[in-house]
T-cell receptor, first 112, second 111 residues
C-alpha cells in the first residue's frame, strides 16, 4: 500500500522561483527520503532526514520533517530549468522490515 | 564504486509469453534488493524485496515472481504475461535501508 502522498501532483513555476513540495505519511517512520526522477530514467536519491531531525539542507535543497503532523516538505530554491523532473518522497516504516514505500510524486516543471 | 545494471532496457512481449528481467549489483556485498513497478505518470509500487539469498518477500499478489540466485543478482519473472503487466520496472539496492540506488529501468510493453 502507498504510504506517502505528495502535494501538489504537478507544479509549474518560472526559473529562479522557489519550489515547495509536500509529503504526508501515515505510520511511524525511521526516516524519510526524497528522490528525483527524470523522465524515463531511474530515481536518484536527493536527501534523507531521520525521524529525530527537523530540518536538513543540501545545496539548494531544504527538507523539513514534522513527525507530529506526519509530514515533510522539500524546498528547491532558485530553481533552474534542469530541476524539471518528478520528485518522490519515500518512507522507511518502523515496522516495514527494511523496505521503502514511495508516494505518487510531484511533477515539477521549471519554465525558462 | 558500486554500480547496478538492469536489462533489457526495453521489451515488447505478447500476452501469454514469459518474462525475465535481470538486475546485477557490483561493488558491494549482501545488499538489500528491490523490484518496483511504475505505471505511466504514477508512483512506484514495491513488488519484491530481498534481504538475502533465499529471503524474498512479495508485497502484492500478482502474476510475477522473483529469485535471487546469487548475492548480487535479482531476477523478475513471469510464466505468462498479462496486459496489466505493462509498465516501467525498476531494480534498486541498499544497505540497511539507507538510500536506494536505482537501475535505469526496463520498460515492458505487453501487447
Amino acid at each position: 500500500s502507498q504510504q506517502g502522498e505528495e502535494d501538489p501532483q504537478a507544479l509549474s513555476i518560472q526559473e529562479g522561483e522557489n519550489a515547495t513540495m509536500n509529503c504526508s505519511y501515515k505510520t511511524s517512520i525511521n526516516n524519510l527520503q526524497w528522490y528525483r526522477q527524470n523522465s524515463g530514467r531511474g530515481l536518484v536519491h536527493l536527501i534523507l532526514i531521520r525521524s529525530n531531525e527537523r530540518e536538513k539542507h543540501s545545496g539548494r535543497l531544504r527538507v523539513t520533517l514534522d513527525t507530529s503532523k506526519k509530514s515533510s516538505s522539500l524546498l528547491i530554491t532558485a530553481s533552474r530549468a534542469a530541476d524539471t523532473a518528478s520528485y518522490f518522497c519515500a518512507t522507511d516504516e518502523v515496522q516495514g522490515a527494511q523496505k521503502l514505500v514511495f508516494g505518487q510524486g510531484t511533477r515539477l516543471t521549471i519554465n525558462p | 564504486s558500486q554500480t547496478i545494471h538492469q536489462w533489457p532496457a526495453t521489451l515488447v512481449q505478447p500476452v501469454g509469453s514469459p518474462l525475465s528481467l535481470e538486475c546485477t549489483v557490483e561493488g558491494t556485498s549482501n545488499p538489500n534488493l528491490y523490484w518496483y513497478r511504475q505505471a505511466a505518470g504514477r508512483g512506484l509500487q514495491l513488488l519484491f524485496y530481498s534481504i538475502g539469498i533465499d529471503q524474498i518477500s512479495s508485497e502484492v499478489p500478482q502474476n510475477l515472481s522473483a529469485s535471487r540466485p546469487q548475492d548480487r543478482q535479482f531476477i523478475l519473472s513471469s510464466k505468462k504475461l498479462l496486459l496489466s503487466d505493462s509498465g516501467f520496472y525498476l531494480c534498486a539496492w541498499s544497505i540497511n535501508t539507507g538510500e536506494l540506488f536505482f537501475g535505469e529501468g526496463s520498460r515492458l510493453t505487453v501487447l
